[in-house]
């Protein structure tokens, strides 16, 4: 009876874990300057390859972007790499509605969906609380190189935060 129980229960822990979304949330590479729609700096494009090099062995089938081509060209090799379609989500109502907007995107998707998001330093935060990481720490100007990957599953989201690429230097 004891195994039987047992084995129950690792069927379903290994059924539930497999039915997580996985999201990788990332914010958009260096700027080359400060205008309002720039492209990367040498810096950023060096960070996107380095994003299509972390991402290499997760198969993201579903990738979005802000509107702005800094995001998406953040995303253009991992796109590339996997043959994804990158989505742009317009910020036509302020950042709540886009943030609401990518959220509701995820969670439509299937249950095995693996995504790729790529945002900005105040949107990736917001994102990743909607999707249930209630403790995402807010990300200062200077930062470039934080990858959150939530595991979202009925019930909340499981996160790990990690770096990619070039360390960013934040004082």
Do not use: W
């Amino acid at each position: 009876m004891k195994r039987l129980l047992l084995a129950a229960a690792l069927s379903l822990l290994t059924a539930t874990s497999a039915m997580a979304q996985t999201v990788y949330l990332v914010r958009h590479a260096e700027k080359a300057d400060a205008s309002a729609d720039p492209l990367l700096s040498e810096a950023g494009q060096a960070r996107a390859a380095a994003l299509s090099a972390a991402l290499a062995e997760a198969h993201p089938g579903h990738i979005f972007t802000s509107t702005l081509q800094r995001t998406r060209l953040t995303a253009a090799p991992t796109a590339e790499f996997h043959s994804a379609t990158v989505e742009p989500i317009g910020f036509e109502g302020g950042a709540t509605a886009h943030v609401a907007a990518i959220a509701g995107r995820v969670r439509a998707l299937p249950d095995d969906a693996v995504v790729l998001i790529v945002g900005h330093s105040n949107t990736v935060p917001l994102i990743a609380r909607a999707l249930g990481y209630a403790e995402a720490a807010d990300m200062p100007e200077c930062e470039y190189d934080r990858m959150t990957v939530l595991h979202l599953m009925e019930g909340g989201a499981r996160a790990q935060v990690s770096r990619y690429g070039a360390p960013t230097n934040c004082p």
